[in-house]
């Protein structure tokens, strides 16, 4: 498994215990729970539940970094090699890179990781109905709306083809720094 994945200044580390406390820290702020699914303060036991139970085999969590500095976690869970698929999410922890170019580069470093390392076709992202700024966030990365799961969450996909051609000019763009 892949420890650290550096692209466009941006590295993905994988998560690893010592990190738990920091994104749980994160985690527990209104800014992100307010937008998860699971909206309850999280207790150190829980979290350490929560890390002991994944299977990295199927669970793949990064702290993304810029300039050294850590900034949130993205993920792929759910992941079916059989498939080719996952589920693909992310947090910004430190509210100075809300709003900020940094999150957007962060997806498409794991989106990258995704489609080019892991060979998947295509990935799922699981959104708030309501949460317009995440729906547009995605729409921006090549996602399309596939499904609704209930009142508040749908499911948006997006193929590696659809990624590679609306990010291709951004990319351009980046490799250029």
Known sequence: MVMHWTRYGITLRLLSYSDIEQVRHWRNQDFVRLNMEFQGLISLEEQEKWFSGLDGRHNHYFIFSYKNVDAGMVNLKNLDL???????GIFVGDKEYLNTYVPFIATIVLMEFAFDELKLTSLLAKIKIQNK????????????????LNEEYAYYECVRENFKHTTHSFIRSLQKF
């Open 133 to 148: 700024n995440a729906i547009g966030f995605n729409e921006r990365l090549g996602y399309h709306f596939k499904e609704r």
């Open 82 to 88: 059989s498939a080719s698929t996952a589920e693909a």
